[in-house]
């Protein structure tokens, strides 16, 4: 598949119809309205049988997610995926990067199918792989590169975790980032000299990490906005930092404030607030407990019927866990609706679609990952997956 370099447009802002590229569906895309929708889908997916794999992110849509043959976050969804060897098309609902992991992590004779094309992801996004390029010479001309060990979250581009590949660097989950930036740190600059850290692309993540597992303080961060010459930072201010943060993050996460936090505890006895650490530093320094989707999701099943939650994460999976746990008080931690509307993109339309397609021998929407970006991309997930202890789901 050819991607377009097309710049991020922000929502609200005028409008771009290049942006929506990878809408048009080639066929019939059903209404949304069509009643037999569900059975549409049923009957494909029993006529592909083993031959199609199904993978459902957590922040999927109920009509989207009941079709699944596994739930997960995106490294546990590429890593399913990896494991069933057998099925000629992995139909991943998801976004675009996690068909890419799926697909470096898969075979080549498996081909992975995002059922909208739209369906991309806004952090992942605001690291573009020539904005990264020139950020890296402005190191060099800076005289840090070679002592900046290249970090990026799993929610990238393929681009950008080659990048890292070829860079020295890793890539990491929201479970192992801590692990991950130790790791950095032990490797060694020119001359034994210490490491630094240019975490890509969320922001969030990386200052949670540095700053409440590893013990850096916030003037050990800078942020490179890529918008900005040599990323609004001088070179004193590039030599002077331990961390280079990325100037990303989740436009669902980066939602939640502190302010609302404060809001609910008064209204809420005894209220446990949950976060993922792709939120504020502000909302993380507020909260009870921080932790990959896979961790909010078991501390839910741990506790104890009768007490109370409040969940920063994205609403599809906050909805699913207080209907799942009717006997705990469960409630969203913001005012607002707030789902990933590019996770959204995957519909019921979309998915019979695809898989209708499918079944007529016509594979459509296939993600594919370059050769050459390929390797170097898993040169940072194998150095991930050598990374000692702990879980890598994020
Ligand atoms: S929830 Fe955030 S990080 Fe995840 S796909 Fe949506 S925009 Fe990207």
Partial sequence: MTTVDLPLLPLGRGTDPLSERGVECPGDLPPASDPDLVARALAAKEALGDRVFVLGHHYQRDEVIQFADVTGDS???????????????????????????????????????????????SMADMARIAQVEAAWEAMAAAGVQDQVVPVTYMNSSADIKAFCGRNGGVVCTSSNAEVALEWAFEQKGPDNADTKVLFLPDQHLGRNTAVLK????LDDCVVWNPHKPNGGLTPEELRAAKVILWKGHCSVHGRFSPDVIDELRAKIPDLNVLVHPECQHEVVLKADLVGSTEFIIKTIEAAPAG??????????????????HPDKNIVFLDRNVCYCSTMNRIDL??????????????????????????????????????????SHRD
Wanted: aromatic share 8%; charged share 20%.
């Fill in 214 to 217: 590893l013990g850096y303080s």
């Fill in 75 to 121: 490294f546990k969804l590429a890593r399913d995926a990896a494991a069933r060897p057998e099925a000629e098309f992995i139909v991943f609902c998801g976004v675009h990067f996690m068909a890419e992991s799926a697909d470096i992590l898969t075979g080549p004779h498996q081909q992975v199918v995002l059922p909208d094309l739209a369906a991309g992801c």
């Fill in 307 to 324: 007490s109370s939650w409040a969940i920063g994460t994205e609403l599809n999976l906050v909805q699913r866990l207080a209907t799942a």
């Fill in 349 to 390: 339309p979309h998915f019979v679609w695809a898989m209708e397609n499918l079944v007529a021998g016509n594979v459509v929407n296939v993600i594919e990952v370059d050769p050459k970006t390929e390797q170097e991309a898993l040169v940072a997930l194998q150095r991930m997956l050598d990374l000692p202890g702990k």
